[in-house]
T-cell receptor, first 117, second 112 residues
Framework: NAGVTQTPKFQVLKTGQSMTLQCAQDMNHNSMYWYRQDPGMGLRLIYYSASEGTTDKGEVPNGYNVSRLNKREFSLRLESAAPSQTSVYFC????????????????FGEGSRLTVL | QKEVEQDPGPLSVPEGAIVSLNCTYS??????FMWYRQYSRKGPELLMYTYSSGNKEDGRFTAQVDKSSKYISLFIRDSQPSDSATYLC????????????FGTGTRLQVFP
């Protein structure tokens, strides 16, 4: 019963290095998301993908790129890491809408803790 | 001013207490309201969902929405140590999940 799986769980980077966070879901959801969570800022949406082949910017997309590889997988890439990107990153997936109407329930992974020195 | 405000806590209560967690918001168009629970070093999980105004009850949890005051609450009755977590409110004017705005979360500690 995996749900949403993120890798890696922890990563330390130096300024300017690049890396990719991987995410996979096994719930056959169309929509997938990348959030970052910072103290005092809450969860903020970086990018999302409403379906395979489409991606859209969220609230804080600068410095990130994403790829929706297939229906299951959605990756987040930092091309040139900066200390401001030190954060906990969460991948999530959802049904399009709740069966009762309203925003679909988000199913989150356990998070990837990234430190940029 | 943030669209959604939430007291960060921590809120520390004894086992069995009634807990009240709150969020205020500024956008009168919000009509979908959710509460997510996040255990330490885990991802959030949906706890309660309410559409528009009114109350919704699920076991020991009650979600309340007062749109006239732009105020939502989550009440936990007979709180347990297993309720110790961070509680995030989330809300949206539209049914698109990507439009959800999250509060910063309130950390709750229930001690035996």
């Amino acid at each position: 019963n995996a749900g949403v799986t993120q890798t890696p769980k922890f990563q330390v980077l130096k300024t300017g290095q690049s890396m990719t966070l991987q995410c996979a879901q096994d719930m056959n959801h169309n929509s997938m998301y990348w959030y970052r969570q910072d103290p005092g800022m809450g969860l903020r949406l970086i990018y999302y993908s409403a379906s395979e082949g489409t991606t859209d910017k969220g609230e804080v997309p600068n410095g990130y790129n994403v790829s929706r590889l297939n229906k299951r997988e959605f990756s987040l890439r930092l091309e040139s890491a900066a200390p401001s990107q030190t954060s906990v990153y969460f991948c999530a997936s959802s049904e399009d809408i709740l069966r009762t109407g309203g925003p679909g329930e988000l199913f989150f992974g356990e998070g990837s803790r990234l430190t940029v020195l | 001013q943030k669209e959604v405000e939430q007291d960060p806590g921590p809120l520390s209560v004894p086992e069995g207490a009634i807990v009240s967690l709150n969020c205020t918001y500024s956008n009168s168009a919000f009509q979908y309201f959710m509460w997510y629970r996040q255990y330490s070093r885990k991802g959030p999980e949906l706890l309660m969902y309410t559409y528009s105004s009114g109350n919704k009850e699920d076991g020991r949890f009650t979600a309340q929405v007062d749109k006239s005051s732009k105020y939502i609450s989550l009440f936990i009755r007979d709180s347990q140590p297993s309720d110790s977590a961070t509680y995030l409110c989330a809300m949206s004017a539209e049914y698109n999940t990507d439009k959800l705005i999250f509060g910063t979360g309130t950390r709750l500690q229930v001690f035996p």
